[in-house]
């Protein structure tokens, strides 16, 4: 089955706690993305990745890294995570088809800071 | 640049009444459109799409034209039930393949 795949779906952990978010897909998509869900402000785009090794910051970049080692995984980190980063986040990932193409998103992971 | 706006929700309505969230945008070049539905506790779901201008994107009794003129994806349906009470993303992608999402619309549909 096509699917984008993210772990955990639930993470309660404490401020500067470094933690990852994995997402993993099976589409052989070249483009995968993650983007934070707010009450009142839709999806935001925190960091996009056109292929292997080819990553680019979305509009909320700060305070996240990604690294897209292999086509597949596109894990989102979190260094030193803060109470505003307390958010439901979804990895999504698409073909590069000249933007013609939908994007699959996964379950959402939902994080709280305290 | 590219943005999308579409209308604030929540929306209410009752069963079998007729459904329509605006949405606009704006865009370089010719992007494709989208709507995407999330319900409780999921991620999102590809409604339906359309990827040059005048095509009518159309699933599970919902449609949407893509307006070049009025730069316009509006959603409708002529009779929701129970069911479709969710939240809809409209969506653009542009021809440097990024994704622009507008805030999304609540929908409550009371029985």
């Known amino acids: 089955e096509a699917q984008v795949t993210q772990n955990p779906r639930y993470l309660i952990t404490v401020t500067g706690k470094k933690l990852t978010v994995t997402c993993s897909q099976n589409m052989n998509h070249e483009y995968m993305s993650w983007y934070r869900q707010d009450p009142g402000l839709g999806l935001r785009q925190i960091y996009y990745?056109?292929?292997?090794?080819?990553?680019d910051k979305g509009d909320v970049p700060e305070g996240y890294k990604v690294s897209r080692k292999e086509k597949r995984n596109f894990p989102l980190i979190l260094e030193s995570p803060s109470p505003n980063q307390t958010s439901l986040y979804f990895c999504?990932?698409?073909?590069?088809?000249?933007?013609?193409?939908?994007?699959?998103f996964g379950q959402g992971t939902r994080l709280t800071v305290v | 640049g590219n943005s999308v706006t579409q209308m604030e929700g929540p929306v209410t309505l009752s069963e079998e009444a007729f459904l329509t969230i605006n949405c606009t945008y704006t865009?370089?070049?010719?992007?494709?459109l989208f709507w995407y539905v999330q319900y409780p506790g999921e991620g999102l779901q590809l409604l339906l799409k359309a990827t040059k201008a005048d095509d009518k994107g159309s699933n599970k009794g919902f449609e949407a034209t893509y307006r070049k003129e009025t730069t316009s994806f509006h959603l409708e349906k002529g009779s929701v039930q129970v069911s479709d009470s969710a939240v809809y993303f409209c969506?653009?992608?542009?021809?440097?393949?990024?994704?622009?999402f507008g805030s999304g619309t609540k929908l409550n549909v009371k029985p």
């Open positions: 865009a370089t070049g010719y992007p494709s």
């Open positions: 969506a653009l992608r542009n021809n440097f393949n990024k994704f622009y």
């Open positions: 999504a990932s698409s073909l590069s088809l000249g933007g013609k193409t939908e994007a699959f």
């Open positions: 990745s056109m292929n292997v090794e080819v990553t």
